[in-house]
């Protein structure tokens, strides 16, 4: 008789599953199944480039970016080990982030790396690899080596955010709130004009010449691609996007936004939107704008870090970007529950909603017991948030 070893972590998350199966309709659409975002292999990715050229080509934060920055990218190559082999990618690099991109933000930011085509294939470089049907991910990376945080805005150097946030990213998918994938992993990186680490500017001035935590991260391309629908971008948007229809004006307007549009859509299910918000106020994430109806005017714009995507007659809406938020960066303020005072919500769907993340709340325990594996400080930060959380849901929902 075979015997079968299961952690404790997966164990719960399975009893949390059994009790709440997964929302069909919307958790899990737009995922990719690049197996980079379900190996067990521990990894260290290898990214060479001209680092100095791409960080020379910066944008400026909440402002219009210029074409000559906005679609600057630098050559290189991606490598690994893993169980199939050696591999070595041909890659384009590009920056990505808002406020991350300041030098005082993110001396490191975050990159998107693209796979080239194979001129005698004429298939994606990553075909047959653990990047299989992937044009292009994300990478969150350490942000600055040096240790303590950003000035302005506290973002976590050291090495300390990434796995932290990509935690995020596992915890949203169990609450059944869609969104991207993520993968923890490690990355050394090379600057191509010296063969060594390249040299964070300042004020961290910290050598990158060993290996730093890092994630990998879907992207919205690759989420329509395999949701088979269409962005949809808020209509007060202050950047603008001739291939796109920006059309959507709040949640409860949808369906006329969508009409005006020439699209037919079902209604926005308030328990999704519900439990989104529940999500964001768990994490400590306040960096975030969805307006629920017209004269809502605590919502100074119609989506921020927020994406909507048209799929099968529904509009998907989901979060992202969580940088800042209390999880991933130290933040011993209380929680703020959200305010369903909107006709929006319902009080049945609330209790349904919040019944959901008490069952849940061992199985998002046990992601983060995983994390104390390398990070205990960080870990008990977030075990402490969950427990505040928990105690101000059980105030306002006895």
């Not at 190559?77 to 982030?97: A, E, I, T, Y």
């Not at 302005?152 to 949203?172: D, I, M, N, T």
């Not at 004006?249 to 209604?267: C, H, M, V, W, Y």
């Not at 439990?275 to 629920?292: E, K």
């Amino acid at each position: 008789m075979k015997k079968c070893l299961i952690s404790w972590t997966t164990l719960a998350i399975l009893a949390a599953c059994a009790v709440f199966p997964a929302q069909a309709d919307s958790t899990g659409i737009g995922h990719s199944n690049a197996p980079i975002f379900s190996t067990q292999e521990k990894i260290v990715f290898t990214l060479k480039t001209d680092f100095g050229d791409l960080w020379n080509h910066r944008a400026i934060p909440n402002a219009e970016v210029p074409e000559d920055i906005r679609d600057f990218t630098a050559p290189g190559r991606l490598s690994w080990k893993d169980g199939s082999g050696s591999h070595d990618l041909p890659v384009q690099v590009q920056l990505r982030g808002n406020t991350s991109q300041a030098k005082t933000e993110c001396p490191f930011p975050k990159m998107t790396i693209s796979f080239e085509k194979d001129r005698a294939t004429d298939d994606r470089v990553s075909k047959g690899t653990l990047f299989d049907g992937l044009h292009s991910v994300g990478i969150g990376t350490h942000c600055g080596g040096k240790p303590g945080a950003s000035q302005r805005f506290h973002r976590v150097w050291g090495g300390l955010s990434p796995h932290r946030e990509a935690l995020v990213y596992k915890v949203q998918e169990l609450l059944g709130v869609p969104g991207f994938q993520a993968a923890a992993t490690s990355f050394s990186y090379i600057d191509s004009t010296t063969g060594r680490g390249p040299v964070e500017p300042q004020p961290s001035g910290f050598a990158v010449n060993q290996p730093m935590p890092g994630f990998f991260l879907e992207n919205i391309k690759t989420f329509v691609k395999n949701a088979k629908g269409k962005e949809i971008r808020a209509a007060d948007s202050p950047i603008k996007d001739s291939d796109t229809q920006y059309i959507f004006t709040s949640l409860t307007e949808a369906q006329k936004d969508a009409r005006n549009a020439g699209s037919q859509i079902e209604p926005i299910d308030p328990r999704g939107i519900i439990r989104l918000m529940l999500f964001q106020s768990l994490i400590a994430n306040y960096d975030w704008i969805l307006r629920t109806s017209p004269d809502d005017t605590s919502a100074s714009r119609g989506l921020w870090n927020m994406k909507v995507v048209e799929a099968d007659g529904k509009w998907i809406v989901f979060p992202y970007d969580y940088d800042l938020a209390g999880w991933v960066r130290p933040d011993d303020s209380a929680p703020e529950l959200p305010n369903f005072n909107n006709p929006f919500f319902k009080p049945a769907d609330i209790s349904a909603v919040v019944a959901e993340f008490r069952q849940k709340r061992p199985a998002v325990e046990a992601l983060v017991d995983d994390l104390a594996k390398e990070d205990r400080n960080g870990a008990a930060s977030i075990k402490s948030r969950i427990k505040s959380f928990y105690a101000a849901l059980d105030r306002k929902f006895p």
